[in-house]
Structure formats: C-alpha cells, structure tokens
C-alpha cells in the first residue's frame, strides 16, 4: 500500500461510486445515508440524549470518588482511577500523542487518573472480538508490568477497526462490524469488571492510502457502526446493559461519543477539521503523521476537558 496525494476527498476517490461523496455523520441532521438518519445520537441530533447523560453523570462521580487499587478496592490513599486506551495502531498513535500534550498543557489534571496505553500495532477487531484472544493477554500482562491490573480499569477510550473488511454492501457490513463491536465491549466489562465508562471514537479519512482494506469507505462506515452500537445502549437493549436497575444483567460499560474525527478530506468539517496529505505517513497513506496525530489530539483534550462526564474526574 502507499500514499497517493490525489485522494483529496471521497468525490475524487477511485473507485468511488459515481454522484457518491460521504458527509460526516454530525453534518447530516435529518438527512439520511442509506436508510440510517445523521446526528451522533438519536433522531438527527449530536447531543447525548438527557437521561443518559445524567446516568454517565452519576457514574463519573463514582468513578471520581472511588479510586481503586490493584486488588479493585477503593483505596482513598493509594487507589488510582485508570484512564485506558483500547485498541489497534492508529488508536496507540493517537493516545499517545495525547497523553504527551494533555500533560503539557494542562496543570490542572486529577492527580489519581493514571493514562495507560493499551492499544497495540496490528490488533484489530479480529484480535479482540473473542474472550480468548490473545489481545487480552497482552494488555494484562502490560498492566501488571506497570503495577496495575485488570481490576483497577475505570474509563477506556475505544478506536478499533477491522483487518480485513466483511464483504458485502453497507448494511451487510454493518451488521458484522455492530456484533462484533458489541462482542469487544462485552469482553471490557467482562476482564475488566469495575470499567463504568467508555468512550469511543472512529478512524479518521482514510482515502489516501491505496489499500482496498484500509480505504474509504470504511472509516467513514466505522462510525455508522459506532453510531448504531451507542443507540443500542440508549434503547435500553439488554446487548449492552450497562444499568444495574434493570433485571437484566450489566455487561457493559456506560457509552459516549469521544472526539468524533471523520471528516472528507480537503473538503473539511463545519468545525475546521482539514485532512491534508501531510498529516499521513508516507509509506502507507493510512497512519497519522506527526501533524496527523496532534490534529486528533488537541481534539480529544478538548472533548475531555470540556465534555461534562469526564471533566469530573480527569480534572482536579
């Protein structure tokens, strides 16, 4: 695979069906793409519905007053609130560029929330939809080397994508990416039981890159995918209880948005976001660049920092 700077937008895109140019999800409102509406959450819009958000309220006071130590107790001296990247090489990129400016930038972080990367280089959904792979190993094995443990994960932040694409259209695929999506998140709350809150967020363009398993349109599917699993949890699906009031049982963490991040290239965003060549390595058109990284970073500092279920606990 390579870079071809050509790509600038998914009109333009090879391959792309003709008449077709994708629009971030947040754009569409009540217009549709396929038979799916736009907007983040329900009914076209991009604010987490009320209720929701008030239970991710009340979990994040949890999570803020209860910090945790390696046995999963709530430990006021020693306890830590762990603040985990899940995922594939583009989500370890991106964390990791985040971490590094959060803690530049900001003076005013909770001195308990500990930033763990998790996410791995060549791990995708195939490598973390079963209980059993061995994703789940590493990242154990990573914690405990750190001194932490599966026990003491709070709030993860979720970027994942396949290796190789299901086949078929749209809806085919979507229906894949949906059950296996739900399958990793069942696996967080499984290994990691005292995880409340999770937070996910899609790939970035990708039309750069001349890769049939990395090109659009998947990464703009991938948050149609996201969309979808977050309206499951909101409807109250027993798939993704996360509600210990109900009869059903809770296996699942709370669900939000993070930084949605798509955006068509050099067309760009109602809010400013441009996807230029540079801002993709050269080699493979597919991965962050330097520029990429920081773009996606001084994002989700911004969702953080501002969001109002994580700034309770991330900010002292």
């Not at 599917?221 to 109250?236: D, K, P, V």
């Not at 798939?239 to 948005?257: G, I, K, Q, R, Y």
Request: glycine share 8%; aromatic share 12%; with cysteine.
């Amino acid at each position: 695979m390579a870079r071809d700077c050509s790509r600038i937008n998914t009109a333009v895109f090879y391959g792309a069906p003709p008449g077709i140019d994708l629009v971030p999800i947040p754009e569409l409102g009540n217009g549709t793409y396929e038979t799916l509406k736009g907007g983040l959450y329900l009914d076209g819009l991009n604010t987490r519905p009320r209720g929701h958000t008030m239970f991710g309220l009340e979990t994040a006071k949890t999570v803020r007053d209860n910090p945790l130590n390696a046995a999963g107790a709530v430990d006021q001296a020693d306890g830590v609130i762990l603040f985990s990247s899940l995922g594939m090489s583009m989500a370890q990129l991106e964390w990791g560029k985040f971490d590094e400016t959060i803690h530049v930038e900001r003076a005013d972080l909770n001195p308990k929330v500990v930033f763990f990367q998790g996410a791995a280089g060549a791990r995708t959904i195939e490598d973390m939809d079963q209980i059993t792979d061995t994703y789940w190993d590493e990242y154990e094995a990573l914690l405990v080397a750190a001194g932490h443990s599966l026990a003491q994960v709070r709030v993860v932040w979720l970027q994942v994508g396949w290796g190789t694409e299901p086949a078929g259209a749209f809806a085919v695929w979507l229906a894949a990416t949906k059950t296996a999506l739900v399958s990793v998140i069942q696996n967080i709350k499984t290994l990691c039981p005292n995880c409340l809150m999770c937070y996910v967020q899609p790939r970035i363009y990708s039309g750069y890159t001349t890769d049939p398993e990395r090109t659009e349109p998947y990464a703009h599917w991938l948050g149609w995918a996201f969309r979808e699993i977050l309206s499951t949890q909101i409807l109250s699906n027993i798939e993704l209880n996360h509600n210990p009031d109900l009869t059903a049982p809770v296996v699942a963490p709370w669900l939000s948005w993070a930084a949605y991040s798509w955006g068509n290239g050099t067309k760009g965003t109602l809010d400013g976001l441009y996807w230029y060549c540079n801002d993709f390595v050269e080699d493979d058109g597919y991965h962050d660049s330097e520029i990429g990284k920081q773009k996606v970073a001084d994002r989700m500092i911004r969702y953080f920092t501002q969001d109002e279920t994580s700034k309770i606990w991330l900010l002292a």
